[in-house]
Structures are given as C-alpha cells and as structure tokens.
C-alpha cells in the first residue's frame, strides 16, 4: 500500500511539474507578442532583420539535407505502397496511402525532427550564452526587452521555416521520390498525379498547418525559454540545450498524435462508428 502512494505520490509530482513547465512557457509567448506590439525600442527593420536571418538559417541552409531525407521517404514510401497495393488489386489508392503517410504523418514529424536537431539547438546554445555573457541584461539596459527583440522573431522566423520546410519536404518526396523509382515501376506520372489531387481534401490542408505551425512554435518557444533559463555560468549552456531538444522532441510528438488522434476519431464518428 505504501509503495503504491508513492507511486501515486511521483506520477502527480511529475505531471505537476510539467503543467507548470507548459504553464510557464505559454506565458513567455504571451509576454513575448505583448512586448512586441507595446514596446518602441526597437523599430520593424530590426525585428524583421532577425525573422529573416532566423530563416535562412533554419530554412534556406536545412534544405540540402531536407531533399535527401525526402526522396529517401518518398522512394521507400512509393515502393511499398506499389508493391503491397498491387498484389491487392488497388493500385488506384496509392494517392491516399501516400497522402496519409507523408503529408498527414511522416512529413510534419521529421520536418520537426530536423528542425530539433539543427535549430533548437543553436537557438537554446545562443540565447543561453547571450544570458551567461551578459548581452540579455545589456539588452535591458539600453531599454530593449529581450522577449521582443530575441524571443519573438526566432519564433516567428522558425514558424515559417517549418512551414515552408514541410511544403518542400512533401513535394519532393511525392514528386522527386516517384522520378527516382520510375525505373522500378512502369505506372504513368499522369495516373499518379491524378490518384494524388484527387486524395488531397480540406482537411490535409488544415492539418499540414496545424501542426507544422504548431510544431515550429512549440520548438522555438521551447528552445528560447529554456536558453532564457541559463543563470549566469557558461557550464550552464549544454545542458538547457540538451533538455530544449528533449522537451522540444516531447510536446512535437504529444501534439501531433493528439491532433491525428482527435481527426481519425472524427472521421469515424461521421461514418457512424462511434
């Protein structure tokens, strides 16, 4: 009985924990968009000045390695499909397994993955050795609030960037993955075109945006509020950048199966199922 209560006794002290983390950090976006829209240190140039190097670095540089990472999912995913669908006589459902697989699930979690990896990282690093360094109270001194002028671009900039990365990733995936296996298989781009327009409804569109713009928020603001973290040693810096990827990884994935969970619930709810 005992050892149970305190089972009981971790599993609340854990999930209060991590409520007041995501309490935390929901403030922080918050105050971030607050300061942006209240303060005038800093003029529109300067921020947008930010948004646009946040995007080139997370965007423009990530898209070698976003192509390979593509056409690699786009073949594997192509071939299987073709291999499994023929034997089955439904080679017309190709468009929709693929749509399924890449556009709803697979593309927006390793977009995400990427993304982690590359900038989620060197935003928690930077801002974390901004505070051990003393830039942020520098900041602050010369009447700049750190939330509007550090905090608040690397978001925006990384929401766009996963955007677009995620839209880059699908095409070639689609497309570039079924041109490199056109010489394994004989089906017409016409047909396979066609079977993927016709796949594509309104609600792949909605969740392409909801959470690949969720998923580069949650990165960013993660990363920021825990680089944000760093008190004043630079010893400080790795490891809120090991938790920011940690973190990050964890709420990426609880929000994306939170929202295919709550779309295939529906779609079974309106065939009459639950």
Request: with cysteine.
């Amino acid at each position: 009985m005992t050892s149970l209560l305190a089972h009981i006794d971790s599993l609340g002290r854990s999930v209060t924990k991590n409520l007041e983390y995501t309490a935390r950090v929901l403030l922080m976006v918050y105050l971030a968009l607050r300061a942006t829209l209240l303060d005038k240190a800093q003029g529109f140039r300067q921020i947008f000045g930010v948004i646009s190097a946040q995007i080139y670095f997370t965007g423009f540089q990530a898209l070698p390695l976003i192509s390979v990472l593509a056409l690699g999912v786009g073949s594997i995913m192509i071939l299987q499909s073709l291999s499994n669908l023929t034997l089955l006589g439904g080679t017309q459902m190709i468009g929709n397994f693929l749509i399924v697989m890449v556009l709803r699930e697979a593309g927006p979690l390793l977009v995400a993955l990427v993304v982690i990896a590359r900038s989620g990282t060197a935003v928690a690093s930077e801002v974390g050795n901004m505070r051990a360094n003393r830039e942020i109270e520098a900041l602050e001194s010369m009447g700049i609030n750190p939330l509007s002028f550090i905090v608040f671009p690397r978001v925006v900039g990384g929401i766009i960037s996963v955007l677009g990365l995620a839209f880059y990733f699908n095409f070639i995936a689609l497309i570039g993955g079924f041109l490199i296996t056109r010489f394994l298989q004989d089906m017409p781009l016409g047909f396979y075109t066609d079977s993927l327009m016709k796949a594509i409804a309104k609600e792949d569109v909605l969740i392409f945006a909801l959470k690949n713009g969720f998923s580069g928020m949650i990165i960013f603001v993660v990363s920021c509020y825990q680089g944000l973290s760093v008190k004043r040693s630079p010893h400080e810096v790795p490891q809120v950048t090991t938790q920011a990827v940690v973190n990050s990884i964890i709420f990426v994935v609880i929000f994306n199966l939170m929202v295919s969970a709550l779309f295939y619930l529906n779609q079974l709810r309106s065939l009459g199922v639950l």
